[in-house]
């Protein structure tokens, strides 16, 4: 059996997430993909955009069997093998300079932690003007939920009471104390948002 496995919502998302990637990421350097889940994203991208290097990353053993077995066969020479990364252990990030960070369905189904992590990390890591990009559904002020993000929540919080869905304001107030402006909020198919960050110069 192929370690290889694909994901419905990565297939859906993935055009309308590259469009935001090619406005808002460098001319150059190296992505570093957080959550990479199936590998789908990390190929997708490192197709589209050969002048930038992407590196996925996912805590999960099964999720990197499945990244690297999508890049082997999609032979990207822009795309590295996996790395086993939970950004809510400060160590495990690659040492060398990152362009631009990206974390898609990270914060909603993972401990608060892990996104405190991954602002910490991001703040820490990228450079001045570089972008954290980070796609889901959020709860925003003065905007109730959607019935679909509603029930969404629900569910998350069922599964694991350390889930749901994240208040914007709240994320936003934790990005600025670790040096990250808040330049971009862009709606996104089936209510989801992409959170565009960007290290303060």
């Known amino acids: 059996m192929t370690a290889a496995r694909s994901s419905p919502a990565a297939l859906r998302n993935r055009h309308a997430i590259l469009a935001i990637l090619r406005d808002e990421l460098p001319g150059a350097g190296l992505v570093l993909e957080l959550a990479s889940g199936?590998?789908?994203?990390?190929?997708?991208?490192?197709?589209a955009l050969p002048h930038l290097s992407f590196q996925p990353s996912d805590p999960s053993a099964d999720a990197r069997a499945s990244i690297a077995a999508h890049a082997a066969s999609a032979g990207l020479a822009n795309l590295r093998p996996p790395l086993a990364l939970d950004a809510a252990a400060p160590a495990g990030w690659p040492a060398e300079p990152l362009a631009a960070i990206l974390a898609i369905n990270l914060a909603h189904i993972?401990?608060?932690?892990?996104?405190?992590?991954?602002?910490?990390?991001?703040?820490?890591?990228?450079?001045?003007?570089?972008?954290?990009?980070?796609y889901g559904p959020f709860i925003r002020p003065n905007r109730p939920l959607e019935p679909s993000n509603r029930a969404f929540d629900a569910d998350l919080r069922a599964r694991d009471p350390r889930w749901g869905l994240r208040?914007?304001?709240?994320?936003?107030?934790?990005?600025h104390r670790h040096g990250l402006v808040l330049s971009r909020v862009a709606e996104m198919p089936a209510n989801n948002l992409?959170?565009?960050?960007?290290?303060?110069?």
Do not use: K, N, Y
Request: negative net charge; aromatic residues 4%.
């Open 38 to 47: 199936t590998g789908e994203h990390a190929v997708h991208f490192a197709a």
């Open 110 to 134: 993972s401990p608060i932690e892990v996104t405190l992590g991954l602002l910490a990390g991001a703040g820490a890591r990228l450079p001045a003007g570089g972008p954290l990009l980070v």
């Open 167 to 175: 208040q914007l304001p709240e994320l936003d107030e934790e990005a």
């Open 194 to 201: 992409m959170l565009v960050w960007r290290r303060a110069t």
